[in-house]
């Protein structure tokens, strides 16, 4: 009685593809994401190096649109090259291959950050089925699906110790009047809560602005439940 009435009110799918998402790629990815990033760095040693920075930056977008292309999403987010592959064999395929996209991302100054970055693919699943009569998924559903998402993977996450410093969730729910460069700013803004943090590595002292990277417990409050998008985040961008 008890799954019936979960699998009714849709409760396990943002929870299962959450795991899924862990178990099949990030917890596979993850921990060598430090490798190809520092590989990438000494080959090109003419570009800015940020250690916090050297992460896997996942966009997960709580309307679950995504760009098959990035560049598309934003003219300021640029395409620079693949990280080096991961190979592996994996469920009966010989030689699957993982890789990551680094990318170039202008910001209003025109100065360059350089990051892996790449959407939370599941969200995809998410929203196809928004679109499918089998599956009867509302819009408020749907949202409230991948906030449930956001929150079981970082809490996921947050337990993986070989995940550990190696990834960086943007969560974000983009507002009607967003302009065409909502998602490079986005990006941008958490790049610079990580440079700020390497800083305060460094200089053994705080950093400038506190951090306002989304936990669980905030995600509820700031996200609006109305059926105008809201920005996340109010400071400025």
């Not at 949202?143 to 070989?162: H, V």
Request: charged residues 25%; proline residues 5%.
């Amino acid at each position: 009685e008890m799954s019936e009435m979960s699998e009714r009110s849709k409760q396990n799918v943002a929870h299962g593809l959450a795991w899924s998402f862990y178990v099949g790629y990030l917890k596979i990815v993850l921990p060598r994401m430090k490798k190809s990033m520092e590989e990438f760095s000494r080959a090109n040693p003419n570009l800015p190096a940020c250690r916090k920075t050297w992460k896997l930056h996942i966009l997960v977008p709580l309307s679950c649109d995504i760009y098959d292309d990035l560049e598309k999403a934003d003219s300021k987010i640029q395409y620079v090259t693949d990280l080096t592959e991961t190979t592996l064999a994996r469920a009966g395929i010989k030689k699957r291959v993982y890789k990551h996209s680094l990318y170039a991302i202008t910001d209003e100054e025109n100065q360059l950050w350089h990051c892996a970055v790449e959407y939370a693919t599941p969200l995809q699943t998410l929203y196809a089925m928004s679109q499918d009569e089998c599956a009867a998924f509302s819009r408020e559903e749907r949202l409230e699906q991948a906030k449930l998402f956001y929150r079981t993977l970082e809490e996921i996450l947050r337990g993986s110790k070989e995940c550990a410093d190696t990834y960086r969730l943007i969560a974000y729910e983009e507002p009607e009047e967003a302009g065409t460069h909502f998602l490079s700013r986005e990006i941008v803004w958490h790049l610079r809560q990580e440079h700020h943090e390497e800083i305060a590595v460094l200089d053994q002292s705080p950093p400038p602005s506190p951090s306002t990277a989304l936990d669980s417990s905030e995600l509820n409050l700031q996200i609006s439940v109305s059926d105008l998008p809201q920005p996340l985040r109010t400071d400025g961008f």
